[in-house]
Structure formats: C-alpha cells, structure tokens
C-alpha cells in the first residue's frame, strides 16, 4: 500500500506543481539541424518536410492535418540496439520491442558546459564521471546519464550546431572509457557521441558500447541546464514504429520545483 500511497503523492506533486514537467525536446520541423555524414557516406537523413493535407478548406473543411517526411535519427530522438551493428541481434533491441518499463529512469545529469564552452571537442572521460560521482553521489544500474553541454543554445543556427570544418563537426562528447565505465555500472543510457568520435577506438565508442550492451542513445536533447544533477526523473519514449532503429520523442524530464 505505501507504494501506491507514493503514487497518489506523485499525482498530486504534478497537479500542485510541486513536481515540473521540463521539456528537453527541441522543436521538430525544416530547420531541426541533422547530421552530416562524412562525405564517403553516401546516406544522409533527409530534411525533415511538414506537408498539410488540408487546413479547414476544400479539401477538408472542418480540420487541419500534416503529413510528415522525417528520419528516424532526427532532432531530439532515441537510439535503438539495433541502431548499430554491435546491437543487431537482441530481440527486444528495437521502438517496438523494447520493454516500455526501460523508457522512464531518474537521470544523472553531468554539467559539462564549461568545458564545452572552452573546448567543443571536449570529451567526458571515466576520470570526470568518477570525481562528478564523489561530488553528487553515485550513479546506478539502470539510470540515465545525460552529459550537459548547452549546446542547444546553437539549436537556431545549423551551421554553428553541427560546428563542422573539413575535418569533420566539432561537437562535445564522451571518451570510449568513459562509456565502458558507464557500461560496467550497467545503466540505462547516455546523450550521443563526439563530433569527432568516428576516429576513436572503437568508432562512435557510445553508439558501439551502448547498443553492445543492449543500452539506449539519446540525441539532442535541450534545456539540460533546469535539471539538477540527481532527483529528477527522465521519461524518454520513441515512436512505436515497427523495426525502428530509432525515433524523435518528446523528452519529458519530472524535476522538484
Ligand atoms: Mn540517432
């Protein structure tokens, strides 16, 4: 009975506001930057396209509805196991197989602004997860572990988000020992690798490590600075599409007011 008792505080935390409901999801639409693959790559994701079938006209005189043309793999989204080829073969590695319980976990939030700030190839190693974690306390199995960067403050401009010259983009990120660290501790997921990460060791060490370990990836999110570093709650559901390696969600972040 105490845990539905919790559950009844937790509704009315939501309906008195004593709980907020932060939006870490960036607008989806034409102008939602994507990114480039290296130019030996030949497949990019295509713009994202908003098409109406109608507005209240002839076509449909009561309503208005869209169409939409976008990648799985587009503005705020969720990475499958199956994403990669390192996480091909589990069976509940895709949207609609995953276990729904796996999409709502406390998050960690790790503040690497500054560092970002002073540096965009910045990398997060195992090293700054362990002195974050003696100063916030410890992160555990089946958490979420985000990696603020304020980057969206970039979200209006593509050219300074993906922050690319001709070596390739230039975006903060984690080392490979920083994922394995987070592998070992077993937890949920992790925000997406460096602008530079195709030349690790391996290659995109979060995408590789992550869905390896039939693990999570979580890309572009915002609004990371209203979150506190422990005691929020980060729900982070992908389209149900069937075989999908991935999807935008609406990145909901539960946090005490
Ligand atoms: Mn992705």
């Known amino acids: 009975m105490k845990d539905i008792a919790s559950l009844e505080d937790l ?147 593509a050219a300074l988000y993906l922050n690319a010259d001709e070596t390739g983009p230039h975006t903060p990120g984690p080392s490979a020992d920083c994922i394995q660290y987070l592998m070992d501790k077993k937890v949920l997921g992790w925000g997406t690798d460096a602008g530079i990460a195709g030349g690790m060791t391996p290659p995109y060490p979060a995408h590789n490590l992550l869905h390896a370990n039939n693990r999570y990836g979580l890309a572009s999110l915002v609004n990371l600075s209203e979150l506190p570093p422990k005691g929020a709650i980060l729900i982070a559901a992908p389209l149900k599409i069937e075989n999908g390696t991935g999807s935008p969600i609406r990145a909901l972040v539960l946090v005490p007011a």
């Open 11 to 157: 509704g009315q935390a939501l309906l008195t506001g004593r709980i907020r409901v932060v939006d870490c999801t960036a607008t989806l639409g034409p102008r939602t930057p994507l990114l480039k693959l290296p130019p030996e790559i030949a497949d990019d994701t295509p713009p994202i396209e908003i098409h109406p079938i109608s507005k209240y006209g002839d076509r449909g005189p009561f309503w208005a509805w869209n169409w939409l043309k976008v990648g799985e793999h587009s503005g705020t989204h969720f990475d499958a196991p199956h994403h990669w080829i390192t996480g091909k073969d589990y069976p509940d590695g895709s949207t609609d197989t995953i276990a729904p319980q796996n999409f709502v976990a406390p998050a960690n939030v790790i503040d690497c602004s500054a560092q970002a700030a002073a540096d965009p190839d910045f990398l997060l190693t195992a090293e700054g997860v362990k002195a974050w974690e003696a100063e916030h306390g410890e992160i555990g199995e089946g958490e979420w572990v985000l990696m603020r960067t304020d980057w969206c403050k970039r979200n209006g401009d």
